[in-house]
Protein backbone atom coordinates (compact mmCIF):
# COMPACT_ATOMS: atom_id res chain seq x y z
CA UNK A 1 0.00 0.00 0.00
CA UNK A 2 1.87 3.79 -1.03
CA UNK A 3 0.74 6.64 0.08
CA UNK A 4 2.01 9.96 -1.86
CA UNK A 5 1.79 13.76 -1.43
CA UNK A 6 4.14 16.37 -0.18
CA UNK A 7 5.39 16.99 3.69
CA UNK A 8 6.66 20.14 5.49
CA UNK A 9 10.62 20.23 5.66
CA UNK A 10 9.74 21.05 9.30
CA UNK A 11 11.99 24.55 9.36
CA UNK A 12 10.76 26.41 5.99
CA UNK A 13 7.50 24.44 6.44
CA UNK A 14 7.70 24.53 2.54
CA UNK A 15 6.82 20.51 0.74
CA UNK A 16 9.18 17.85 -0.15
CA UNK A 17 7.95 15.06 -2.00
CA UNK A 18 7.27 12.13 -0.31
CA UNK A 19 6.24 8.03 -0.61
CA UNK A 20 4.66 6.26 2.57
CA UNK A 21 4.83 2.45 2.26
CA UNK A 22 2.66 -0.24 4.61
CA UNK A 23 3.24 -3.34 4.27
CA UNK A 24 0.31 -4.69 7.25
CA UNK A 25 -2.85 -2.66 5.27
CA UNK A 26 -1.89 0.64 6.94
CA UNK A 27 -1.24 -0.15 10.63
CA UNK A 28 2.40 1.50 10.25
CA UNK A 29 3.88 2.89 7.68
CA UNK A 30 7.46 4.02 6.62
CA UNK A 31 8.15 7.47 5.25
CA UNK A 32 10.85 8.14 1.80
CA UNK A 33 11.63 11.39 0.61
CA UNK A 34 13.96 10.79 -2.96
CA UNK A 35 15.24 14.79 -2.42
CA UNK A 36 15.27 17.90 -0.17
CA UNK A 37 14.29 20.20 -2.69
CA UNK A 38 10.88 21.49 -2.67
CA UNK A 39 8.10 19.43 -4.90
CA UNK A 40 5.36 17.13 -4.81
CA UNK A 41 4.49 13.44 -5.59
CA UNK A 42 1.97 12.95 -7.62
CA UNK A 43 2.00 9.55 -9.16
CA UNK A 44 3.99 6.17 -8.00
CA UNK A 45 4.48 3.32 -9.51
CA UNK A 46 5.94 0.01 -8.68
CA UNK A 47 7.26 -2.63 -10.38
CA UNK A 48 5.09 -5.56 -11.06
CA UNK A 49 7.32 -8.11 -10.15
CA UNK A 50 10.50 -6.82 -8.82
CA UNK A 51 9.32 -4.72 -4.90
CA UNK A 52 12.73 -2.90 -4.82
CA UNK A 53 11.91 -0.60 -7.76
CA UNK A 54 9.60 1.91 -7.55
CA UNK A 55 9.06 5.21 -9.97
CA UNK A 56 7.62 8.40 -8.06
CA UNK A 57 6.50 11.33 -9.97
CA UNK A 58 5.53 14.82 -9.63
CA UNK A 59 7.21 18.04 -9.73
CA UNK A 60 10.32 20.05 -7.89
CA UNK A 61 10.32 24.06 -7.51
CA UNK A 62 12.87 25.91 -8.42
CA UNK A 63 14.05 29.26 -6.22
CA UNK A 64 12.74 31.59 -8.12
CA UNK A 65 9.57 29.77 -8.23
CA UNK A 66 9.30 27.66 -11.19
CA UNK A 67 8.72 24.35 -10.97
CA UNK A 68 9.30 21.49 -13.46
CA UNK A 69 8.16 17.62 -14.19
CA UNK A 70 10.21 14.95 -12.43
CA UNK A 71 10.68 11.17 -12.09
CA UNK A 72 12.78 9.66 -9.56
CA UNK A 73 13.61 5.79 -9.13
CA UNK A 74 14.80 3.73 -6.79
CA UNK A 75 15.96 -0.18 -7.19
CA UNK A 76 16.73 -0.87 -3.03
CA UNK A 77 12.98 -0.78 -2.07
CA UNK A 78 13.67 3.53 -1.10
CA UNK A 79 17.12 3.23 0.39
CA UNK A 80 18.25 5.60 -2.78
CA UNK A 81 16.57 7.42 -5.71
CA UNK A 82 18.02 8.71 -8.74
CA UNK A 83 16.18 11.04 -11.18
CA UNK A 84 14.89 9.92 -14.63
CA UNK A 85 14.50 11.75 -17.58
CA UNK A 86 15.89 14.34 -16.82
CA UNK A 87 17.72 15.76 -20.30
CA UNK A 88 13.59 15.17 -21.74
CA UNK A 89 11.51 16.28 -18.64
CA UNK A 90 12.71 19.93 -19.04
CA UNK A 91 9.60 21.88 -19.48
CA UNK A 92 8.49 24.77 -16.92
CA UNK A 93 5.49 24.93 -15.32
CA UNK A 94 4.97 21.10 -15.87
CA UNK A 95 4.51 17.97 -13.65
CA UNK A 96 3.82 14.28 -13.97
CA UNK A 97 0.42 13.50 -12.97
CA UNK A 98 0.39 9.58 -13.72
CA UNK A 99 2.73 6.68 -14.33
CA UNK A 100 2.29 3.28 -15.98
CA UNK A 101 3.40 0.59 -17.25
CA UNK A 102 3.10 -2.73 -19.60
CA UNK A 103 3.19 -5.79 -17.31
CA UNK A 104 3.99 -7.80 -20.33
CA UNK A 105 7.24 -5.65 -20.13
CA UNK A 106 7.87 -3.83 -17.01
CA UNK A 107 10.51 -2.02 -18.60
CA UNK A 108 7.74 0.25 -20.83
CA UNK A 109 6.88 3.12 -18.88
CA UNK A 110 4.25 6.01 -20.28
CA UNK A 111 4.67 9.18 -18.07
CA UNK A 112 1.79 11.73 -18.46
CA UNK A 113 2.33 15.33 -17.35
CA UNK A 114 0.53 18.80 -18.03
CA UNK A 115 2.15 19.14 -21.52
CA UNK A 116 2.69 15.78 -22.48
CA UNK A 117 2.75 12.16 -22.86
CA UNK A 118 6.66 10.59 -22.60
CA UNK A 119 7.53 6.96 -23.14
CA UNK A 120 10.23 4.76 -21.82
CA UNK A 121 11.48 1.61 -22.78
CA UNK A 122 14.70 0.65 -21.32
CA UNK A 123 13.50 1.27 -17.34
CA UNK A 124 13.46 4.90 -17.25
CA UNK A 125 16.81 5.32 -18.88
CA UNK A 126 15.78 7.21 -21.39
CA UNK A 127 12.65 9.00 -22.55
CA UNK A 128 11.03 10.40 -25.59
CA UNK A 129 8.00 12.40 -25.82
CA UNK A 130 5.15 10.39 -28.21
CA UNK A 131 2.09 12.88 -27.68
CA UNK A 132 2.47 16.80 -27.70
CA UNK A 133 0.56 19.44 -26.10
CA UNK A 134 -2.06 17.50 -24.17
CA UNK A 135 -2.31 17.37 -20.28
CA UNK A 136 -2.87 13.76 -19.07
CA UNK A 137 -4.74 12.16 -16.22
CA UNK A 138 -5.88 9.19 -17.36
CA UNK A 139 -3.61 6.21 -19.07
CA UNK A 140 -4.11 2.58 -19.82
CA UNK A 141 -2.06 -0.02 -21.28
CA UNK A 142 -3.75 -2.36 -22.64
CA UNK A 143 -3.29 -5.61 -20.87
CA UNK A 144 -3.98 -8.25 -23.65
CA UNK A 145 -2.37 -5.88 -26.29
CA UNK A 146 0.44 -2.81 -25.05
CA UNK A 147 0.43 -1.46 -28.46
CA UNK A 148 -3.03 -0.26 -27.92
CA UNK A 149 -2.99 3.35 -25.30
CA UNK A 150 -5.27 4.78 -23.91
CA UNK A 151 -4.75 8.79 -22.67
CA UNK A 152 -7.44 10.84 -20.93
CA UNK A 153 -6.81 14.44 -21.31
CA UNK A 154 -7.92 17.78 -19.86
CA UNK A 155 -9.53 19.80 -22.52
CA UNK A 156 -8.62 17.06 -25.64
CA UNK A 157 -11.13 14.08 -24.13
CA UNK A 158 -10.27 10.43 -24.88
CA UNK A 159 -6.89 9.46 -27.38
CA UNK A 160 -6.02 6.20 -28.82
CA UNK A 161 -3.27 4.86 -30.28
CA UNK A 162 -3.07 1.19 -31.83
CA UNK A 163 0.39 1.46 -32.90
CA UNK A 164 2.60 2.39 -29.69
CA UNK A 165 2.09 5.87 -29.97
CA UNK A 166 3.40 6.53 -33.45
CA UNK A 167 -0.11 7.58 -33.94
CA UNK A 168 -3.18 9.09 -32.18
CA UNK A 169 -7.36 9.04 -33.21
CA UNK A 170 -9.69 10.87 -30.96
CA UNK A 171 -12.24 8.95 -29.15
CA UNK A 172 -14.86 11.30 -27.72
CA UNK A 173 -18.03 10.12 -29.33
CA UNK A 174 -20.83 10.57 -26.47
CA UNK A 175 -18.58 12.04 -24.23
CA UNK A 176 -20.08 14.59 -21.98
CA UNK A 177 -16.88 16.30 -21.57
CA UNK A 178 -13.62 16.91 -22.67
CA UNK A 179 -12.27 16.96 -19.20
CA UNK A 180 -11.07 13.64 -18.26
CA UNK A 181 -10.29 13.24 -14.71
CA UNK A 182 -10.21 8.99 -14.65
CA UNK A 183 -9.89 6.02 -16.81
CA UNK A 184 -9.88 2.04 -16.15
CA UNK A 185 -9.73 -0.72 -18.60
CA UNK A 186 -11.99 -3.97 -18.78
CA UNK A 187 -9.17 -5.94 -21.17
CA UNK A 188 -11.61 -8.43 -21.25
CA UNK A 189 -14.68 -7.24 -22.66
CA UNK A 190 -12.86 -4.58 -24.74
CA UNK A 191 -14.50 -1.70 -22.62
CA UNK A 192 -12.70 1.42 -21.80
CA UNK A 193 -14.10 3.82 -18.35
CA UNK A 194 -13.90 7.43 -19.04
CA UNK A 195 -14.58 9.39 -15.67
CA UNK A 196 -14.76 12.93 -16.24
CA UNK A 197 -15.20 16.59 -14.65
CA UNK A 198 -18.72 17.87 -13.88
CA UNK A 199 -20.30 15.30 -16.64
CA UNK A 200 -20.32 12.17 -14.76
CA UNK A 201 -18.82 8.45 -16.11
CA UNK A 202 -18.75 7.05 -19.20
CA UNK A 203 -17.99 3.52 -21.35
CA UNK A 204 -16.32 3.37 -24.36
CA UNK A 205 -16.39 -0.29 -26.13
CA UNK A 206 -12.95 -0.12 -27.90
CA UNK A 207 -11.70 -4.04 -28.50
CA UNK A 208 -8.53 -5.04 -29.69
CA UNK A 209 -8.87 -6.96 -32.77
CA UNK A 210 -8.64 -10.65 -32.96
CA UNK A 211 -7.41 -10.82 -36.58
CA UNK A 212 -5.19 -9.73 -39.17
CA UNK A 213 -6.74 -6.70 -41.26
CA UNK A 214 -8.47 -7.42 -44.60
CA UNK A 215 -6.88 -7.04 -48.30
CA UNK A 216 -7.24 -3.39 -48.63
CA UNK A 217 -8.15 -2.15 -52.59
CA UNK A 218 -5.89 -0.35 -54.42
CA UNK A 219 -6.58 3.21 -55.40
CA UNK A 220 -3.96 5.02 -57.90
CA UNK A 221 -2.75 4.66 -60.47
CA UNK A 222 -5.40 2.42 -62.21
CA UNK A 223 -4.26 -1.14 -63.30
CA UNK A 224 -2.65 -0.96 -66.43
CA UNK A 225 -1.76 2.75 -66.38
CA UNK A 226 0.61 3.80 -68.92
CA UNK A 227 2.91 7.13 -68.89
CA UNK A 228 3.62 7.45 -65.53
CA UNK A 229 5.73 10.04 -64.54
CA UNK A 230 8.35 8.77 -63.33
CA UNK A 231 7.80 10.62 -59.35
CA UNK A 232 4.50 9.05 -58.34
CA UNK A 233 2.33 8.56 -55.86
CA UNK A 234 0.86 4.91 -54.83
CA UNK A 235 -2.76 5.19 -52.76
CA UNK A 236 -4.85 2.77 -51.61
CA UNK A 237 -7.95 2.38 -49.75
CA UNK A 238 -7.50 1.85 -45.42
CA UNK A 239 -8.15 -1.70 -44.32
CA UNK A 240 -10.24 -2.25 -41.10
CA UNK A 241 -8.40 -2.81 -38.17
CA UNK A 242 -4.86 -2.10 -40.05
CA UNK A 243 -2.50 -0.10 -37.99
CA UNK A 244 0.26 0.50 -40.72
CA UNK A 245 0.67 -0.95 -44.02
CA UNK A 246 3.28 -3.12 -46.13
CA UNK A 247 3.82 -2.10 -49.87
CA UNK A 248 5.90 -3.52 -52.05
CA UNK A 249 7.19 -2.61 -56.00
CA UNK A 250 9.06 -4.59 -57.99
CA UNK A 251 9.95 -5.12 -62.04
CA UNK A 252 8.79 -8.92 -61.49
CA UNK A 253 4.96 -9.95 -61.04
CA UNK A 254 6.04 -12.69 -58.28
CA UNK A 255 7.91 -10.09 -55.99
CA UNK A 256 11.33 -12.05 -55.65
CA UNK A 257 12.82 -9.02 -55.80
CA UNK A 258 11.41 -5.25 -54.46
CA UNK A 259 12.56 -1.74 -55.44
CA UNK A 260 10.85 -0.68 -52.25
CA UNK A 261 9.72 -3.47 -49.74
CA UNK A 262 8.41 -0.78 -46.73
CA UNK A 263 5.96 -2.40 -43.56
CA UNK A 264 6.20 0.85 -41.76
CA UNK A 265 3.87 2.93 -43.59
CA UNK A 266 1.44 4.49 -41.10
CA UNK A 267 -0.73 5.97 -43.87
CA UNK A 268 -2.67 4.98 -47.37
CA UNK A 269 -0.14 6.59 -49.45
CA UNK A 270 3.61 6.18 -50.37
CA UNK A 271 5.54 8.43 -52.68
CA UNK A 272 7.68 6.37 -55.30
CA UNK A 273 10.62 7.42 -57.78
CA UNK A 274 12.64 8.80 -59.42
CA UNK A 275 11.68 5.55 -61.73
CA UNK A 276 13.07 4.30 -64.75
CA UNK A 277 11.55 5.19 -68.26
CA UNK A 278 9.31 2.60 -69.97
CA UNK A 279 9.42 0.20 -67.31
CA UNK A 280 6.62 -1.98 -66.38
CA UNK A 281 6.06 -2.29 -62.48
CA UNK A 282 3.76 -4.17 -60.14
CA UNK A 283 2.84 -3.52 -56.92
CA UNK A 284 0.69 -4.43 -54.06
CA UNK A 285 -0.16 -3.61 -50.00
CA UNK A 286 -0.87 -5.21 -46.74
CA UNK A 287 -2.42 -4.63 -43.70
CA UNK A 288 -0.30 -5.30 -40.24
CA UNK A 289 -1.97 -4.85 -36.82
CA UNK A 290 -1.04 -6.08 -33.24
CA UNK A 291 -2.03 -9.50 -34.38
CA UNK A 292 -0.04 -9.59 -37.28
CA UNK A 293 0.11 -8.56 -41.47
CA UNK A 294 -3.01 -9.75 -43.26
CA UNK A 295 -3.22 -10.62 -47.06
CA UNK A 296 -1.74 -9.01 -49.57
CA UNK A 297 -4.27 -6.98 -51.93
CA UNK A 298 -4.64 -7.97 -55.80
CA UNK A 299 -1.39 -7.03 -57.86
CA UNK A 300 -1.78 -4.23 -60.44
CA UNK A 301 0.78 -2.83 -62.63
CA UNK A 302 1.64 0.30 -64.51
CA UNK A 303 4.26 1.57 -67.32
CA UNK A 304 6.30 4.45 -66.90
CA UNK A 305 6.15 7.65 -69.76
CA UNK A 306 8.98 6.58 -72.33
CA UNK A 307 10.82 9.77 -72.62
CA UNK A 308 10.82 13.18 -70.70
CA UNK A 309 10.83 15.66 -73.57
CA UNK A 310 14.06 14.72 -75.25
CA UNK A 311 14.74 16.61 -78.72
CA UNK A 312 17.42 15.87 -81.12
CA UNK A 313 18.91 18.98 -82.54
CA UNK A 314 20.60 20.07 -85.81
CA UNK A 315 22.07 17.09 -87.73
CA UNK A 316 25.84 18.15 -86.40
CA UNK A 317 28.20 15.99 -84.35
CA UNK A 318 30.14 17.44 -81.51
CA UNK A 319 33.96 16.36 -81.16
CA UNK A 320 33.85 15.64 -77.59
CA UNK A 321 31.28 15.46 -74.90
CA UNK A 322 29.87 18.34 -73.94
CA UNK A 323 26.94 18.89 -70.82
CA UNK A 324 25.98 22.91 -71.24
CA UNK A 325 24.15 25.50 -68.82
CA UNK A 326 21.03 25.46 -68.75
CA UNK A 327 18.24 28.06 -69.94
CA UNK A 328 16.70 29.81 -68.34
CA UNK A 329 18.70 30.38 -64.92
CA UNK A 330 17.24 30.84 -62.10
CA UNK A 331 14.02 29.36 -63.57
CA UNK A 332 10.55 28.54 -62.89
CA UNK A 333 9.07 26.33 -63.52
CA UNK A 334 10.61 24.17 -66.23
CA UNK A 335 14.01 24.85 -67.80
CA UNK A 336 16.04 22.63 -70.89
CA UNK A 337 19.34 20.95 -70.54
CA UNK A 338 21.53 20.81 -73.79
CA UNK A 339 24.17 17.79 -74.26
CA UNK A 340 26.16 16.64 -77.08
CA UNK A 341 27.81 13.05 -77.11
CA UNK A 342 30.12 12.52 -80.16
CA UNK A 343 29.48 8.71 -79.94
CA UNK A 344 26.11 6.25 -79.59
CA UNK A 345 26.57 5.91 -76.18
CA UNK A 346 24.06 5.02 -73.59
CA UNK A 347 23.04 8.22 -71.87
CA UNK A 348 21.41 9.40 -68.32
CA UNK A 349 20.94 12.92 -67.06
CA UNK A 350 19.78 13.14 -63.38
CA UNK A 351 19.32 15.70 -60.48
CA UNK A 352 20.07 16.00 -57.05
CA UNK A 353 19.89 18.02 -54.45
CA UNK A 354 22.27 19.50 -52.36
CA UNK A 355 22.32 16.49 -49.93
CA UNK A 356 23.35 14.53 -53.00
CA UNK A 357 19.98 12.86 -52.96
CA UNK A 358 18.28 11.89 -56.09
CA UNK A 359 15.14 14.24 -57.15
CA UNK A 360 14.78 13.06 -61.01
CA UNK A 361 15.92 10.77 -63.91
CA UNK A 362 15.26 13.11 -67.12
CA UNK A 363 16.69 10.74 -69.29
CA UNK A 364 18.08 7.52 -69.45
CA UNK A 365 18.37 5.93 -72.89
CA UNK A 366 20.76 4.78 -75.79
CA UNK A 367 21.60 7.78 -78.27
CA UNK A 368 23.29 8.26 -81.29
CA UNK A 369 25.98 10.95 -81.45
CA UNK A 370 24.81 14.77 -81.66
CA UNK A 371 23.24 17.79 -79.93
CA UNK A 372 19.92 16.75 -77.34
CA UNK A 373 17.98 19.04 -74.85
CA UNK A 374 16.01 18.23 -71.90
CA UNK A 375 13.61 19.59 -70.15
CA UNK A 376 12.77 19.21 -66.48
CA UNK A 377 9.27 20.51 -65.17
CA UNK A 378 9.49 20.97 -61.76
CA UNK A 379 5.98 20.37 -60.51
CA UNK A 380 5.71 19.50 -56.93
CA UNK A 381 9.70 20.59 -56.53
CA UNK A 382 10.88 23.05 -53.47
CA UNK A 383 12.99 26.17 -54.39
CA UNK A 384 16.69 25.43 -53.99
CA UNK A 385 19.74 24.71 -55.73
CA UNK A 386 20.32 21.60 -57.57
CA UNK A 387 22.76 19.57 -59.17
CA UNK A 388 22.13 17.98 -62.83
CA UNK A 389 24.49 15.55 -63.71
CA UNK A 390 25.17 14.08 -67.01
CA UNK A 391 26.62 10.41 -67.66
CA UNK A 392 26.94 9.15 -71.27
CA UNK A 393 29.43 6.08 -71.15
CA UNK A 394 32.66 7.11 -69.43
CA UNK A 395 32.17 10.65 -69.40
CA UNK A 396 30.35 12.23 -66.17
CA UNK A 397 30.26 15.89 -65.98
CA UNK A 398 27.69 18.17 -63.55
CA UNK A 399 26.47 21.71 -63.03
CA UNK A 400 24.35 23.44 -60.99
CA UNK A 401 20.98 25.18 -61.41
CA UNK A 402 18.89 27.20 -59.40
CA UNK A 403 14.56 26.89 -58.57
CA UNK A 404 12.73 30.06 -58.00
CA UNK A 405 9.30 30.09 -57.19
Known amino acids: MYEIGGHPDGVTQKLQMVLRKSTDDGVSWTQYKPTTQEGY ?14 YLGGYLREPDGSFYPVIYKTTDRGVTWNKSGSSVLTQQWD ?52 NYLYVGTRNNGVKVSTNGGM ?16 MAYDGVNGVLYVGTMNSGAYRL ?3 APVSTPQPPSLLAPADQTINVPLNTTLTWNPSSDATQYHLQLSTVQSFTSCIINDSTITGTLRAVGPLSLATTYYWRVRG ?21 GIEKLEDQIPREYVL ?38 LLSSDLSAGYYTVHWNTEGVPSGVYIYRLQAGEFVESKKLTLLR
Not at 42 to 52: G, K, Q, W
Not at 170 to 180: F, K, M, P, Y
Not at 290 to 300: D, E, I, K, L
Not at 335 to 353: H, L, M
Open 95 to 146: QVNILECDNSNPNKILAGSDRALYASTDGGASWMKILDNVSVYGLVIDPVNS
Open 288 to 308: INAVGPGAYSSVRQFRTILTV
Open 205 to 207: SIA
Open 167 to 182: TWTDRNENLGSLDVES
Open 324 to 361: MQNYPNPFNPSTTIRFGIPEATAVTVTIYNMLGEQVAR
Open 41 to 54: AYAVLPHPTNDAII
